[in-house]
Antibody, heavy 118, light 110 residues
Framework: QLQLQESGPGLVTPSETLSLTCTVSGDSLSSYFWGWIRQPPGKGLEWIGSISYSGSTYYNPSLKSRVTISIDTSKNQFSLKLRSVTAADTAVYYCARLGTTWAPFEYWGQGTLVTVFS | QSALTQPPSASGSPGQSVTISCTGT?????????VSWYQQHPGKAPKLMIY???KRPSGVPDRFSGSKSGNTASLTVSGLQAEDEADYYCSSYAGNNKVIFGGGTKLTVL
């Protein structure tokens, strides 16, 4: 059974870089796309970006200048880096699997809360 | 790129039907048949309920159905049950490999 697990620091200092990793178990990263979605406390979902198994990346235009998503198929992991964070980046961050760029997010991780706080 | 527009809240009594709307533009909802709906219970990850406007993943009750007309998609929950009380989010492909979500609707079962 496919499982996704986010990991990374729960607290990030303003202006620093938020780094999260999603570890996938129960299936290979090959043949699918993988994405990051976030949800500020009490608010709605926001797509951050997606990456293909071959490493092609697609980003939310509003975050594109600060985001990098990468993939490591040897470790069955993909990662998110968000630079120059502010309090507005405080959110639960989810990783998810999708079939392609226009496909739905079929499987989700449990999410991890990242707080930007000095 | 604005979020899709959903009503903040919806409600219905057990056994009744309720419909949640999701309004976008011709560049997203109206332009593609790639609308999805997600259910989210408090403190939990979203769960896919409908994809490609009206398709249901395996395991999702047929009480959940989706449709689209022009730039507005809809999710209908028939035969409301207590466990349907949750937040519901729509999403749509928006071209150029972009995805957008709606603001979410809190469904209350009275």
């Amino acid at each position: 059974q496919l499982q996704l697990q986010e990991s990374g620091p729960g607290l990030v200092t303003p202006s620093e870089t938020l780094s999260l990793t999603c570890t996938v178990s129960g299936d290979s990263l090959s043949s699918y796309f993988w994405g990051w979605i976030r949800q500020p406390p009490g608010k709605g979902l926001e797509w951050i970006g997606s990456i293909s198994y071959s490493g092609s990346t697609y980003y939310n235009p509003s975050l594109k200048s600060r985001v990098t998503i990468s993939i490591d198929t040897s470790k069955n992991q993909f990662s998110l880096k968000l630079r120059s964070v502010t309090a507005a980046d405080t959110a639960v961050y989810y990783c998810a699997r999708l079939g392609t760029t226009w496909a739905p997010f079929e499987y989700w991780g449990q999410g991890t809360l990242v707080t930007v706080f000095s | 790129q604005s979020a899709l527009t959903q009503p903040p809240s919806a409600s219905g009594s057990p056994g009744q039907s309720v419909t949640i709307s999701c309004t976008g533009t011709s560049s997203d909802v109206g332009g593609y048949n790639y609308v999805s709906w997600y259910q989210q219970h408090p403190g939990k990850a979203p769960k896919l309920m409908i994809y490609e406007v009206s398709k249901r993943p395996s395991g999702v009750p047929d009480r959940f159905s989706g449709s689209k007309s022009g730039n507005t998609a809809s999710l209908t929950v028939s035969g409301l049950q207590a466990e349907d009380e949750a937040d519901y989010y729509c999403s749509s492909y928006a071209g150029n490999n972009k995805v957008i979500f709606g603001g979410g609707t809190k469904l209350t079962v009275l």
